[in-house]
């Protein structure tokens, strides 16, 4: 923060795309850090996180599942996790709001969902078998190993968390006046 500050041009930093969770993250950065950031879009994370190794950008705010094999390698330096709490994964990084800017959240969640007529049964055993899955010990292992922690929960829970994305999001594009390309 004190680099972007001090700097009278702003930082560059690559997103996945127009509209990816890495350019709203930023976007959600700059807001409550109050720095000058420039969005440079990718098509896609690779190339993005290519020219960050490779020093055409300055920063990303990036998966940790995309990113954490090059700051294991030391060809990135991981600074903050953008979630509420410090990954268990990598314990040694603090979050964003830790680091000094107060509320930033901004994670990613990957979920299951069905057609929305599924019977309620339906959706009821089948979230048991995949929370019952997600909290093997063999596959938190594996997900964990790529850089994924595993959580399960209900389904209700899970339509709330999208309908606080949603919103959280939606303030983020109205705020940074993002357009659709």
């Given at each position: 923060?004190?680099?972007?500050?001090?700097?009278?041009?702003?930082?560059?930093?690559?997103?996945?795309?127009?509209?990816?969770?890495?350019?709203?993250?930023?976007?959600?950065?700059?807001?409550?850090?109050?720095?000058?950031?420039?969005?440079?879009?990718?098509?896609?994370?690779?190339?993005?996180?290519?020219?960050?190794?490779?020093?055409?950008?300055?920063?990303?705010?990036?998966?940790?599942?995309?990113?954490?094999?090059?700051?294991?390698?030391?060809?990135?330096?991981?600074?903050?996790?953008?979630?509420?709490?410090?990954?268990?994964?990598?314990?040694?990084?603090?979050?964003?709001?830790?680091?000094?800017?107060?509320?930033?959240?901004?994670?990613?969640?990957?979920?299951?969902?069905?057609?929305?007529?599924?019977?309620?049964?339906?959706?009821?055993?089948?979230?048991?078998?995949?929370?019952?899955?997600?909290?093997?010990?063999?596959?938190?292992?594996?997900?964990?190993?790529?850089?994924?922690?595993?959580?399960?929960?209900?389904?209700q829970q899970y339509s709330q968390h999208l309908k606080d994305e949603r919103a959280?999001?939606?303030?983020?594009?109205?705020?940074?006046?993002?357009?659709?390309?």
């Amino acid at each position: 923060m004190a680099l972007a500050k001090a700097r009278p041009d702003p930082l560059n930093y690559g997103s996945a795309g127009n509209g990816s969770v890495s350019h709203f993250s930023a976007e959600q950065f700059k807001a409550l850090a109050g720095v000058n950031l420039a969005h440079i879009p990718y098509k896609g994370a690779g190339p993005a996180v290519t020219d960050l190794v490779g020093g055409r950008l300055q920063l990303m705010f990036e998966n940790l599942p995309t990113v954490l094999p090059h700051i294991r390698s030391a060809r990135l330096k991981a600074l903050a996790v953008g979630t509420k709490t410090r990954s268990a994964l990598v314990p040694e990084y603090p979050t964003v709001s830790e680091a000094g800017v107060a509320g930033y959240e901004s994670s990613t969640a990957f979920g299951v969902l069905a057609p929305a007529k599924t019977p309620a049964p339906i959706i009821g055993r089948l979230n048991q078998e995949l929370v019952k899955i997600l909290q093997s010990p063999d596959i938190k292992e594996k997900l964990a190993a790529q850089g994924l922690e595993t959580v399960g929960g209900t389904p209700q829970q899970y339509s709330q968390h999208l309908k606080d994305e949603r919103a959280k999001y939606g303030r983020i594009v109205k705020a940074a006046g993002i357009k659709p390309d």
